[in-house]
């Protein structure tokens, strides 16, 4: 006898709406474009799918990310003093989904894309944009590490259709899912 699957419409493990935290609910609303960190090098190194990040304008640049300090990222970043940052696109979804560790990655989720190496770390091969940052300070903030990157170099291509990031799913450029 074979047991049966049950597709369910939404998350069955989601906390009910009126346990949620209000704060993170608060920043899933943001709807921001998703981002790739990577820090090490191509034999050993560490990435982290990551929403919650700003761009902070000025001479120099630097751009600021909450993330989670015991993850991989955070220790490889630690030890270097760098990282990459690139912005995904729509066709990107199940390669931030890897890296956020939603989805299964056999052999770990950098074999799902070809990446090339840079000063700052591995760089994801045909991304529409990156920067390359030098960490200038971590500290806790809650239960994330802020990490603050000063930009030491970008490179940009034409954007396609950015993936972005809402309330819990991703959305189509132009805001449909």
Same mark, same amino acid.
């Given at each position: ?19 949620? /935290?209000? =704060? ?10 998703? %981002?790739?960190?990577?820090?090490? /090098? ?9 929403? %919650? ?23 490889? !970043? ?6 990459? =940052? ?10 931030? /989904? ?42 806790? !903030? ?7 990157? !000063? !930009? ?26």
């Amino acid at each position: 006898m074979m047991g049966s699957v049950t597709i369910h419409a939404g998350d069955p493990f989601a906390e009910p709406p009126e346990r949620r /935290d209000a =704060v993170r609910r608060f920043r899933g609303r943001l709807g921001p474009t998703v %981002s790739l960190w990577t820090a090490g /090098d191509l034999a050993d190194r560490a990435g982290l799918t990551v929403s %919650s990040y700003m761009v902070g304008h000025g001479d120099p640049g630097h751009v600021l990310a909450l993330v989670d300090p015991v993850s991989d990222l955070a220790e490889t !970043v630690a030890d270097t003093g760098h990282c990459v =940052v690139q912005l995904l696109e729509w066709r990107h979804r199940a390669l931030a /989904d890897a890296f956020a560790g939603t989805s299964p990655a056999p052999g770990g989720p950098f074999r799902l894309a070809a990446w090339k190496d840079s000063a700052w770390g591995p760089v994801l091969d045909g991304a529409s944009a990156w920067a390359g940052l030098r960490i200038v300070d971590t500290r806790d !903030v809650g239960w994330s590490l802020l990490l603050d990157g !000063v !930009v030491e170099r970008v490179e940009l291509a034409e954007q396609v259709a950015p993936l972005v990031h809402r309330r819990g799913r991703y959305l189509r450029p132009g805001g449909t899912g």
